[in-house]
């Protein structure tokens, strides 16, 4: 698969850089349908990509949960648009309508030049999120907007209400293993390379090896989040205390799944920060006797799914298309 379609690479990769403004392109510029619907006092932007000339055809729904960072559904340049999820998107879609939500208050598109580190955008006038979107950054907020949305698309005539996948990566693996708790139109969840001991411990042991300043730093960020934990601060830039005490809380993804009945894949790369806690979740699992899960771990790849070479990370050794084709499978037997 050509590099420039791997979206999540830009999480690394890219920094901001100049570029002539143009007129921003539209989800329709690049096949999409777009859906609006009220959710409380708030317009919910909701994206669906079909496979050309079945776009009212009824089929089963799978729906992708964004991970962090203020970023646009659909990025692209003067070459074209990066892939929402960096997998052959011809496989699923023969199957599938392929639904993304957008980030609160975050444009819908956005010209990879003309954006933050990371493809991240930010209002021009403060240089920092949007106010809308710092207010809803969090977990609770998520799960219950989501479950809306669902709610709103097993109403339309081309949506089989009775076959709905959700799929989360990073931040949205605590968001769909939430919303699996309780289910209601979901039929199966995707939980991929999540912190399922909540994101303060991962942000602890990724400071773990030889970086004693960051870890201690991250120790004192939760001792102040810990003590305020629904502040809320739009003036400064980073994860407010209640997003990350949110993706951090008790109720971690291991509560979450001892609770669900639902059909669940996890797949994380052995070499992800957050691994290990995605093992802990397998025993427990065990321990509770569920029976309702699928586990596979990808040895030697990172959070991306990208492999090494000489220990350096490799982007040509990209392992999302061989998740794709275990995730597949696993929905196809789950029928």
Same mark, same amino acid.
């Given at each position: 698969?050509?590099?420039? *379609?791997?979206?999540?690479?830009?999480?690394?990769?890219?920094?901001?850089?100049?570029?002539?403004?143009?007129?921003?392109?539209?989800?329709?510029?690049?096949?999409?349908?777009?859906?609006?619907?009220?959710?409380?006092?708030?317009?919910?932007?909701?994206?669906?990509?079909?496979?050309?000339?079945?776009?009212?055809?009824?089929?089963?729904?799978?729906?992708?949960?964004?991970?962090?960072?203020?970023?646009?559904?659909?990025?692209?340049?003067?070459?074209?648009?990066?892939?929402?999820?960096?997998?052959?998107?011809?496989?699923?879609?023969?199957?599938?309508?392929?639904?993304?939500?957008?980030?609160?208050?975050?444009?819908?598109?956005?010209?990879?030049?003309?954006?933050?580190?990371?493809?991240?955008?930010?209002?021009?006038?403060?240089?920092?999120?949007?106010?809308?979107?710092?207010?809803?950054?969090?977990?609770?907020?998520?799960? !219950?907007?989501?479950?809306?949305?669902?709610?709103?698309?097993?109403?339309?005539?081309?949506?089989?209400? *009775?076959?709905?996948?959700?799929?989360?990566?990073?931040?949205?693996?605590?968001?769909?293993? !939430?919303?699996?708790?309780?289910?209601?139109?979901?039929?199966?969840?995707?939980?991929?390379?999540?912190?399922?001991?909540?994101?303060?411990?991962?942000?602890?042991?990724?400071?773990?090896?030889?970086?004693?300043?960051?870890?201690?730093?991250?120790?004192?960020?939760?001792?102040?989040?810990?003590?305020?934990?629904?502040?809320?601060?739009?003036?400064?830039?980073?994860?407010?205390?209640?997003?990350?005490?949110?993706?951090?809380?008790?109720?971690?993804?291991?509560?979450?799944?001892? *609770?669900?009945?639902?059909?669940?894949?996890?797949?994380?790369?052995?070499?992800?920060?957050?691994?290990?806690?995605?093992?802990?979740?397998?025993?427990?699992?065990?321990?509770?006797?569920?029976?309702?899960?699928?586990?596979?771990?990808?040895?030697?790849?990172?959070?991306?799914?990208?492999?090494?070479?000489?220990?350096?990370?490799?982007?040509?050794?990209? *392992?999302?298309?061989?998740?794709? !084709?275990?995730?597949?499978?696993?929905?196809?037997?789950?029928?």
């Amino acid at each position: 698969m050509p590099l420039r *379609h791997f979206a999540l690479v830009l999480l690394l990769l890219l920094c901001g850089t100049s570029a002539t403004r143009a007129q921003p392109k539209t989800p329709a510029d690049f096949g999409y349908r777009h859906l609006r619907m009220r959710y409380q006092r708030d317009t919910v932007d909701i994206l669906v990509l079909s496979k050309k000339g079945e776009e009212l055809k009824c089929k089963p729904l799978f729906f992708f949960a964004q991970g962090s960072l203020p970023r646009p559904v659909i990025l692209y340049d003067d070459r074209g648009p990066y892939r929402v999820i960096p997998i052959e998107m011809d496989s699923l879609l023969a199957r599938y309508h392929f639904v993304v939500v957008s980030k609160p208050g975050i444009p819908l598109t956005g010209d990879i030049r003309q954006l933050g580190p990371g493809g991240a955008y930010a209002a021009p006038k403060t240089g920092l999120p949007p106010v809308a979107f710092c207010r809803h950054n969090y977990l609770g907020y998520y799960v !219950r907007r989501n479950a809306a949305v669902l709610r709103y698309l097993a109403h339309q005539p081309w949506a089989d209400a *009775h076959d709905i996948t959700a799929m989360g990566h990073s931040e949205g693996a605590p968001i769909v293993a !939430r919303m699996a708790r309780r289910p209601s139109h979901l039929r199966r969840v995707i939980y991929l390379n999540g912190s399922s001991l909540g994101r303060v411990l991962t942000m602890t042991s990724t400071g773990a090896a030889g970086d004693t300043t960051g870890t201690a730093a991250a120790y004192r960020r939760w001792q102040t989040i810990v003590a305020a934990p629904k502040a809320c601060d739009c003036t400064q830039p980073g994860d407010s205390p209640r997003t990350t005490a949110s993706f951090s809380e008790s109720q971690t993804p291991i509560e979450d799944f001892r *609770h669900c009945r639902i059909p669940v894949f996890v797949g994380y790369g052995t070499l992800d920060p957050a691994a290990v806690s995605n093992e802990y979740l397998h025993l427990e699992m065990i321990r509770a006797g569920k029976r309702n899960f699928t586990f596979r771990a990808y040895p030697g790849v990172e959070h991306n799914f990208f492999g090494f070479t000489n220990g350096q990370l490799d982007y040509d050794k990209a *392992h999302w298309d061989e998740v794709a !084709r275990d995730f597949l499978a696993w929905m196809r037997a789950m029928k």
